[in-house]
Each structure stands twice: as C-alpha cells, then as structure tokens.
C-alpha cells in the first residue's frame, strides 16, 4: 500500500468491507465490493506503474468471465487513459483538495477564511493533541471517540457511509493518525483519523467529527494543526479527500452519466450536501484540486449499476435518500425503501480466483 498506493482511496483497501484480489501476473492488488450484478472497486488497482495495464486487464477479464458489470470509484487521471484503451466508459465524478504542504499557508487575504475559524477555535479554548494507541492505549480517549461518533451519527439525516470511507479502528490502527481537540474543562470536543496516499508521501483526512456543541472553527483546527505537524516530519502532501460531484462538465459535452450526476449534485444536497461539502473543502484554499473520475464496464452504465454505487457506501440504499426528501414521514419511508438482500462476494475475503 504505502509502495504503491498513489490514489487516496488505496489505504481503505486495507479495510473488512472489502474482498481482494491479488494479480495473477505480478505484485498487484484489487479491493473490491459486490451488490448484485456489479463489482465496485474503490480507487486504482495497486501495483507498480508498469504493471497498471496488466492488472487492470487482468481483472476485467475476471469480471467479465464471471458474468459481472465494473465499476471503478474514485480513480485518479493518472491512468484514465488506460481505463479508455481497455474499453471502459469513464465520467469525472468530483474533485479532490489537495494541499502542497512546502507551499501551504493560511496567510493573507486569500487563507483570511481559515485563519478566522482557526483563530476562533483557539480563542474558544481549544488545544490540539496527537493520539498514537500504538504507543499506548488510552480507553478514555477512545470511550470519548466513540460518544462523539454516536452523537454524530444522531444528527444525521443518513446512515453511516461504508467502503469509500474508512473506520476509526483503533484496535488495529496501522499506519493511521489520530488528532483530536480538547476544550479548556479537559473535554474531547472532536477528532479527525488520517490514512496515507501518495505512497507514503502524504495523508488524507478520512473521518472528521466533532459533538454537536462544538466551538466552531474546530474542524479547520485540527486540520490545521495536522498539516503543520506532517509538513514539519516532512511530509509533503495533504488531502481533504474528494468532493463528490464538484465542478463537472455542465456544457454540451457531458456525457449521460456526467449529466446524471449534475442532476444529483443540484437536488440531492437535503441527503447529502454535496455543496456545502465543496465550499467547505474550498475555504481551506487548497493549493491545487485534483480531479476524480467513475470508469464503467460497460461504458454505458444501467440504472442497476448506478444504484449499485448508493447501495455500496450506504446500506439503506435509497431509504436515506426518500427520508431526505420527506422529513418526518417514517411510514412512508419504508414503504419507499428499497429491500436487497445481503450481495453475494464472487469468491472469498481473500480472493482465491487470484494468488
């Protein structure tokens, strides 16, 4: 992972919502889910540069003698034309902050913004602390992570999403990072959990939460104090993750599935907020936005496979998403809900079809 992983989704391979498949042909790995039909695939394969193209066929050719669709999410323009060459359809699905961490700072009027939220956050009481449970395993620190996650997931109008998103996984920690602020009665108000990318080079802010009643500013604290902590070790990239849906093509040259997710990001924020999601990435002035891209086997996508998409990062499919749409009506949500049975994995947890 940290050889090869230059996606930010690569470390989630290393998550339990997945299977893999390892290369038949080489040092190479796939993480993959499966509802129905079609297999997901969050993120590039993982293996050597020189290798993507034989992985990828590779496994394609897997999907396809096993009668399943493929979708990939979440994939970097780095080898989108590989994806195109081998037949795959391919549509930008958002676009991901990313920061220079040698070039990055809050100085000025362009970062007046984020050194206002940050300076409220410090004003209010707030310090920044690392936890490192390989270190030494605090169960308070943890007891208070798992409240905040309970209380967060109270104010939700979905469930929690899966597969595209990581776990704050203590218990096996790895290579995560673990930041959190405390307020000045000694109480944890919020903590952010960071995986590495760009092969080793960076990190990521994955999971980002706080309590409901937390000073304001807290969120670009923390991430503030993180990136000053990775630059000062030497890292030099940090990255707020993908901004779903933000700044696709809206002229005549989109294709249907670029339409199709236009059309969510302009209705569906009550579910989701995909928009407030971007302006909040965007007040960080990221030094550059990297975009992310959906590839499709076939190249013309069927409404299964786009439902497979919901379905993978949110186990209560469209539930959630007729809930946003009519607050306060639980009967009527399940009777909108859509009923799935549990998907069938091709083969096992560790992909037997490979090595």
Partial sequence: MLKYGQNPASYLTLEDDKYLYFSRCTEGV?????????????????????DFQAVLGEFKDFCVRSSHKLIFLSISDAYLSTYQE?????????????FDLSDYNIAGKKGAKMRMNVNHATKCGLTVFEYRPLEKREPAIEAAFQNITDDWLAGKKSSELSFTL????????????????????????????????????G???????????????????????????????????????????????QDTSANSVEKALNFAYEHLNSCYGFKNLYHTKASY????WVPGYYAFLPKFPSPSMMYAIVRIQNKSGLHDF????????????????????????????????GR
């Avoid at 002035?285 to 550059?288: F, M, N, Q």
Wanted: aromatic share 10%.
């Fill in 203 to 249: 990190y990521m802010a994955d999971i980002t939460r706080r309590t409901h009643d937390a000073p304001s500013g807290i969120t670009e604290k923390i991430n503030y104090e993180a990136f000053h902590v990775f630059k000062e070790e030497g890292y030099r990239w940090a990255s707020l993750g993908l901004a779903p849906l933000a700044n696709l093509c």
């Fill in 30 to 50: 796939v993480a993959y889910g499966v509802v129905g039909s079609t297999v997901l695939v969050n993120g590039d394969p993982i293996c050597a540069p020189e």
């Fill in 322 to 353: 007729a809930r946003a749409f009519l607050p306060g009506r639980g009967k009527m949500d399940q009777k909108v809900s859509v009923c799935d049975a549990p998907s069938q994995a091709i083969v096992g947890k560790q992909e037997k079809d």
């Fill in 166 to 201: 990581g776990t704050v996984g203590p218990d096996d920690p790895m290579d995560k990072r673990y930041f959190y602020a405390v307020d000045s009665n000694g109480e944890i108000k919020g903590f952010h959990v960071f995986c590495p990318f760009a092969c080793g080079k």
């Fill in 86 to 98: 081998l037949g795959f359809g391919t549509a930008k699905c958002g676009e991901e902050a990313r």
């Fill in 285 to 288: 002035s990221p030094t550059e």
